[in-house]
């Protein structure tokens, strides 16, 4: 017998090989919660048989931005599981292959080229972070497969090339939206902004509040500067203490933004923050706590719309997630709805046909708002503002283009 274990571990270990090379995408386009560094979430691989259309998903699963690509995925995979109930698209079941990209532009190409090459997407869904959309958009672009971001606002995601669409607004809207707010209902004269200077969210959203807030007659007494990954911005906080704001723009994503609020309270500011969409995160109340109480963002969607098609997708939601959706799941499950119909529209599956149908995407009812994309494939909707208090937040207003 001891002889012999050996030869039968060595046995048994080549056909554990043999049934993991096996391991195919379910047709329902669910995937796992988890995924390791550089391989895709859950069930994915390419199906076995042409019965199944294949689309991609890249998004951070770990690292700074984990729940944003969680909650996206989620709501992709609630519309896909939707559409194949209905009995799919053109007779076929969907199924999405979903890479982590661990938060980091670098990993998300990696993603994006290995969906192409490899698992031959005819669309691909994805990023949030818009560094990482860039990231992604340049090798989708060069390789004609459509692809649409959920809720990458920042502007030139899609001036990457024709085949680059999103579902959401832009930052030059979302900025403009906060410094109205700033100036109209809060009645702020004098603010300070705090960008980090290594995303391009963050920049693009600081540049055009600042320029809107000036135009509105609106003083910005101080810009300064953190990069995404610290965790100690004292030194900056202090700065705009000095100038004493009647408020400050943090144009950052939640994993900065609740210890950003902390640190701010502890210097002695107690002006309202303000934000855009990169809050939207439950990690935003822990990592908060009572500190970001009082604060502000803009945002897609608010899940207090009574309306009877917002409050189903929360109730589905709820029922396969076990939480309320942010914004974020809502765009997902807009995203992957707009591909859905693409797909049933277009001629056939090839990357021209989906990508015309895409554009010809005109007043879809979704979840975060009516989408119709423009000539620069980009959504024109509404948004709206949300105040941020005791571990939730409540609706304030809705500004529109």
Not at 82 to 110: C, H, M, T
Not at 152 to 179: E, H, L, W
């Amino acid at each position: 017998m001891r002889r012999l274990a050996p030869m039968l571990l060595a046995a048994l270990a080549v056909m554990a090989a043999a049934c993991e090379k096996k391991t195919q995408p379910t047709p329902s386009g669910e995937a796992g919660t988890q995924a390791a560094q550089g391989q895709p979430a859950g069930t994915g691989g390419t199906p076995a048989n042409t019965e199944t259309i294949l689309l991609g998903q890249v998004g951070a699963l770990t690292g700074g931005q984990a729940t944003f690509g969680i909650s996206t995925r989620n709501g992709i995979e609630l519309a896909l599981k939707e559409a194949n109930a209905a009995g799919g698209v053109k007779g076929k079941k969907l199924a999405v292959k979903v890479y982590d990209n661990q938060s980091k532009p670098e990993e998300a190409a990696q993603a994006t080229t290995r969906l192409i090459t490899q698992d031959k997407v005819v669309l691909i869904l994805g990023d949030v972070a818009s560094s990482n959309s860039l990231a992604m958009a340049e090798k989708a672009q060069a390789a004609g497969v459509p692809m649409i971001t959920p809720s990458s606002t920042n502007t030139t995601v899609t001036q990457k090339g024709d085949y680059i669409f999103r579902v959401c607004f832009i930052d030059p809207f979302q900025g403009f939206v906060m410094a109205k707010f700033a100036r109209d209902e809060l009645k702020l004269g004098k603010v300070a902004v705090l960008q980090d200077n290594k995303s391009a969210y963050s920049i693009d959203l600081s540049d055009v509040f600042t320029r809107k807030f000036k135009e509105m007659g609106g003083t910005v007494a101080t810009t300064e500067s953190y990069s995404q990954g610290d965790t100690d911005y004292r030194a900056q906080l202090t700065a705009i203490k000095k100038t004493q704001p009647d408020g400050i723009y943090v144009p950052g994503y939640y994993s900065e933004v609740g210890v950003i609020a902390r640190q701010a309270r502890e210097v002695g500011l107690k002006v309202p923050l303000m934000g855009g969409d990169g809050w939207d995160s439950e990690k935003l109340f822990e990592l908060g706590g009572s500190a970001i109480n009082g604060s502000y963002f803009s945002n897609h969607y608010s899940p207090d719309n009574p309306d009877a098609r917002v409050q189903k997708f929360i109730a589905d939601y709820k029922a396969a997630y076990g939480g309320v959706p942010d914004a974020l799941a809502a765009l997902g499950y807009d995203a992957a709805r707009v591909a859905i119909e693409a797909l049933q529209r277009a001629k056939d599956l090839s990357g021209p046909a989906v990508r015309d149908a895409i554009a010809q995407t005109k007043d879809f009812p979704g979840v975060a708002g009516t989408v119709t994309l423009d000539e620069k494939r980009n959504a024109v909707k509404s948004a709206v503002v949300l105040k941020v208090g005791d571990g939730k937040t409540q609706y304030v207003t809705t500004i529109s283009p």
